[in-house]
């Protein structure tokens, strides 16, 4: 079963804390892609990174970063020293070459308080 | 890069309806766009799958009578809610495959209100 499973429905730290969000996933494939997407109140998706399925390279961009651990099926985003427009819901998302859909977990809504 | 047009953004409509939403790639062929729904709080569930001249694909559960897909050309596909009931009153948003440029390309949605 191709599957995205996000545990956190909700997260609130203080602003400048550092938060993790939590993205487990199963597929059948061997070659697949990885996603995180933001998506703030206006609806709109915002894409944040891919990770394909052959590298499992952690990567930082600024203050965001990504830990991809195939042996655990998990594909886990830190925010560092978050900041208020951090707030948003956040998703993981699993690409399968064979069924060429995107599927998305249920999403982390996350309050960076000030 | 990569750029999904989706249109409108939002829309009311009277009970009983239809309403038409657009998604165009402006900039790449999309042979394949998928249509998302997201109600309030909730993740984006696949609704269907549009395909360039050939049907398009419901997911099970998913009203292919209600919810019209047109796919007429490599940039242009079309998801047309029919007779509208204010329990289709959500945020549809479409997607275009274009992995060749690194990201799978979404709109930027609409929102649906029936009153």
């Known amino acids: 079963a191709q599957k995205v499973t996000q545990a956190q429905t909700e997260i609130s730290v203080v602003e400048k804390e550092d938060v993790t969000l939590d993205c487990v996933y199963e597929t059948r494939d061997t070659t697949y892609y990885l996603f995180w997407y933001k998506q703030p109140p206006s609806g709109e998706l915002v894409f944040l990174i891919r990770r394909n399925s052959f590298d499992e390279q952690n990567e930082i961009s600024g203050r965001y970063s990504w830990n991809f651990q195939k042996s655990t099926s998990s594909f886990n985003f830190t925010i560092t020293a978050s900041q208020v427009v951090d707030s948003a819901v956040y998703f993981c998302?699993?690409?399968?070459?064979?069924?060429?859909?995107?599927?998305f977990g249920k999403g982390t809504r996350l309050h960076i308080l000030p | 890069g990569a750029v999904v047009s989706q249109h409108p953004s939002w829309v009311i409509c009277k009970s009983g309806t239809s309403v038409k939403i657009e998604c165009r790639s402006l900039?790449?062929?999309?042979?394949?766009m998928f249509w998302y729904r997201q109600f309030p709080k909730q993740s984006l569930m696949l609704m269907a799958t549009s395909n360039e001249g050939s049907k398009a694909t419901y997911e099970q559960g998913v009203e292919k009578d209600k919810f019209l897909i047109n796919h007429a050309s490599l940039t242009l596909s079309t998801l047309t809610v029919t007779s509208a009931h204010p329990e289709d009153s959500s945020f549809y948003i479409c997607s275009a495959p274009a992995l060749d440029r690194g990201v799978n390309t979404f709109g930027s949605g609409t929102r649906l209100t029936v009153v």
């Open positions: 900039d790449f062929q999309a042979t394949t």
């Open positions: 998302a699993l690409y399968n070459i064979g069924d060429d859909k995107i599927i």
